[in-house]
């Protein structure tokens, strides 16, 4: 990752965003706090929210679409976010499964704001991507995205549509995956008061109730009467301690059913599944099925 200077990245802040919401400072993440990939993220973001704009498309999951096909073919690289401290990493340019349904909420809900500058993009990130909406430190991300949908539900970035389908069952488990493979975190392995704080949060999802769609059933009528293009995905995992192990958003095949859009470990970019979700899972003996959640305009 290369470093650049603050005075180069405030020049950009000011050619390429004069139109900066009063907002999108208010948040923890300062410019001394964001971590860039390269010194053209911010000209990137600005030209793409400027596409959206002109693209006239006015709702969220048209939105999530547009942006989504924007971005196919991006590489994917995992943990991005991580570093010696906490700080807000804006990186467009190279995704994993999580990074990328967060830059297309950020970008899709910045262009609903009417907005066009990478720090309206920066605020709604930081918004989605912690809790309270507030960066803090390490524990202050939301890991699991049982905490991530409830935490952003409560605040109305997205909703939870999962229920709402007919065929819906319920899971109860306990979420503790980190604390119990903590040399698998960076952040943890050698830091215990860091893990004693991810701890207390966990202490909230014992025997935690969720709602999920069993995997045979995604090319139902049921599914098929609730689920959009553009709807968020999660890929509910057998593994112990944890709830969800994969995210994508929902394209739809001729026949209607749905289809992972994904920034692909397997692939290595971001790319449109090749078969249907359903025949897709079929394959995968650790998903159980799946969570949709979605924007709230």
């Known amino acids: 990752m290369r470093k650049f200077s603050l005075l180069l990245l405030m020049l950009i802040a000011v050619l390429g965003s004069h139109s900066v919401s009063t907002h999108a400072m208010g948040n923890g993440a300062t410019v001394e706090r964001m971590r860039f990939h390269c010194e053209n ?56 499964c999580t990074t990328f349904v967060e830059t297309l909420y950020a970008l899709s809900r910045t262009t609903l704001s009417g907005r066009y500058s990478w720090r309206d993009y920066a605020h709604n990130l930081e918004n989605l991507r912690y809790r309270h909406g507030e960066m803090g430190d390490y524990s202050s991300r939301l890991h699991y995205m049982s905490d991530w949908i409830i935490d952003n539900s409560n605040r109305g970035n997205i909703v939870d549509v999962t229920s709402d389908i007919a065929c819906v069952r319920y899971k109860i488990k306990d979420i503790n995956f980190m604390s119990t493979h903590r040399n698998s975190y960076v952040s943890l392995k050698s830091d215990d008061v860091m893990l004693e704080k991810i701890r207390n949060f966990e202490i909230g999802y014992r025997n935690h109730r969720f709602p999920y769609i069993k995997k045979e059933q995604l090319n139902s009528k049921d599914v098929r009467k609730v689920v959009k293009r553009g709807d968020f995905v999660g890929l509910v995992t057998r593994t112990e301690g944890l709830d969800i192990s994969h995210l994508g958003i929902i394209e739809l095949d001729a026949k209607g059913n749905p289809v992972l859009l994904d920034a692909s470990s397997r692939g290595k970019k971001v790319m449109l599944e090749p078969v249907d979700l359903r025949t897709q899972l079929s394959k995968s003996k650790d998903t159980e099925g799946v969570r949709i959640f979605r924007m709230k305009e």
């Open 41 to 96: 993220d911010t000209i990137k973001i600005n030209n793409l929210l400027a596409e959206g704009l002109h693209s006239g498309l006015k709702t969220a999951n048209e939105l999530v679409v547009f942006y989504a096909h924007k971005l196919e073919g991006t590489p994917y690289v995992g943990h991005t976010l991580e570093g010696e401290e906490e700080k807000l990493t804006i990186n467009i340019d190279e995704l994993d």
